[in-house]
Nanobody, 125 residues
Framework: QVQLVESGGGLVQAGGSLRLSCAAS????????MGWFRQAPGKEREFVAA????????YYADAVKGRFTISRDNAKNTVYLQMNSLKFEDTAVYYC??????????????????WGQGTQVTVSS
């Protein structure tokens, strides 16, 4: 059974930093892209960042570009999201996702086959 488990969420003041982790089990994703999405109350789930299988290519939503960094450690089957200069509007549940196919940098929810349960990030203003 494939599982993606996020950790690292919490409450942080505006301007602060958090590092999210997503550990995969049940299969390896060393040949697959992985990504992060987020969903704020009353809003649709939105793309945050994606990383290709090797970690050599990344893509970010404009809202987080320059503040967030996605990375991965294939030896640990884990993907990370370093979030700096956090803003109130970054408050959301953050979800890790893995592509079961071999897309380069998927950006849409339908392109991902596996999802974590989410971790809450709350930024106080």
């Amino acid at each position: 059974q494939v599982q993606l488990v996020e950790s690292g969420g919490g409450l942080v003041q505006a301007g602060g930093s958090l590092r999210l982790s997503c550990a995969a089990s049940g299969r390896t994703f060393n040949s697959n892209a992985m990504g992060w999405f987020r969903q704020a109350p009353g809003k649709e789930r939105e793309f945050v960042a994606a990383i290709n299988w090797s970690g050599g290519s990344t893509y970010y939503a404009d809202a987080v570009k320059g503040r967030f960094t996605i990375s991965r450690d294939n030896a640990k089957n884990t993907v990370y999201l370093q979030m700096n200069s956090l803003k109130f509007e970054d408050t959301a549940v953050y979800y890790c996702a893995a592509d079961g196919e071999y897309r380069l940098l998927p950006r849409f929810t339908y392109e991902y086959d596996y999802w974590g349960q989410g971790t809450q990030v709350t930024v106080s203003s």
